[in-house]
């Protein structure tokens, strides 16, 4: 009981905090400065240069120009997830608002990316899965950033659309180098033994494995196997932004 009254009065003491910055500080661009629209800190002119990934392989959502049942490269190598939701394509502006919640953590940049994030899965309403798992970090990179992003843009999608959200059971146990800069083979060598799940990790039968930028997908294909040699019948991929082929 105790405890019940002092979260309803924390969440009253967040709610007047969030009033009175909204007055003192109304919403504005990240990007370009402009006045931003209602509750978020993007204008609307900047919200329409982002690029929507509307065509695009249905399994790893490699942008395609013409609607395909799979890329080549899911052909070739059939990808341990069923379908990969992801509503942007990694392009400008969208990356410069990424870097800033990646690189400098602007946790501001970070709110505006989940709040589109959560504007497209009422929009494009992909496969509900039973679950969200972020893509954990080291604790080592965790550590030297202070966040993981994908945490950051899971919980208000876990939020607004009731879904649960567990980031204990998936571990990075080996510290791997930045894949930034290697090729796709590289980045599969890099990753391999990355992950592991937390021993007594009990999973649902779906679950989408969230992450912030899918590049060559070799992250995501790493993790997606632990969970799938763990029993989970169904892996989904659900990234904010996907990188065009190079
Ligand atoms: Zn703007
Ligand atoms: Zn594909």
């Known amino acids: 009981m105790e405890e019940t009254v002092n ?14 910055a909204r007055r003192a500080w109304p919403p504005r661009c990240l990007l370009c400065g402009a006045p931003g629209t209602p509750g978020r800190d993007l204008c609307a002119g900047c919200r329409a240069d982002l690029t929507v990934n509307r065509c695009a ?4 959502a490699l942008p395609l120009e013409a609607p395909a049942p799979a890329c080549g490269e ?5 990808p341990p997830f069923t379908a990969t939701w ?18 400098h953590a602007d946790l501001a940049a970070g709110r505006v990316l989940a709040s589109l994030m959560v504007d497209r899965l009422a929009a494009d309403a992909p496969a509900r899965p039973q679950l969200i798992v972020p893509v954990p ?10 966040y993981n992003q994908a945490l950051e843009l899971a ?15 998936l571990r990075r146990v080996r510290a791997t180098p930045a894949q930034t800069g290697l090729d796709a083979a590289a980045r599969r060598k890099n990753l391999r033994a990355a992950f592991e799940l937390a021993p007594d990790a009990r999973l649902p039968a779906h679950v989408a494995l969230l992450d912030d930028v899918m ?3 070799a992250t995501l294909r790493e993790a997606a196997w632990v969970l799938r040699r763990h029993g989970v019948a169904r892996v989904d991929a659900w990234v904010l932004a996907r990188a065009p082929a190079r």
Not at 137 to 146: P, S, V
Request: proline residues 6%.
């Open 86 to 103: 992801a509503p942007f394509r990694y392009a400008h502006p969208l990356d410069l608002l990424e870097a800033r919640f990646k690189f």
């Open 57 to 60: 392989c249905p399994r790893c």
């Open 155 to 169: 919980r208000p999608l876990a939020r607004a659309s009731g879904i649960a959200l567990r980031h204990d059971l």
């Open 7 to 20: 979260l309803d009065r924390r969440a009253t003491v967040d709610g007047i905090a969030t009033w009175v």
């Open 74 to 78: 899911c052909l070739a190598s059939e």
């Open 215 to 217: 590049t060559t997908g």
């Open 137 to 146: 970090l080291h604790r080592t990179r965790l550590g030297q950033r202070g």
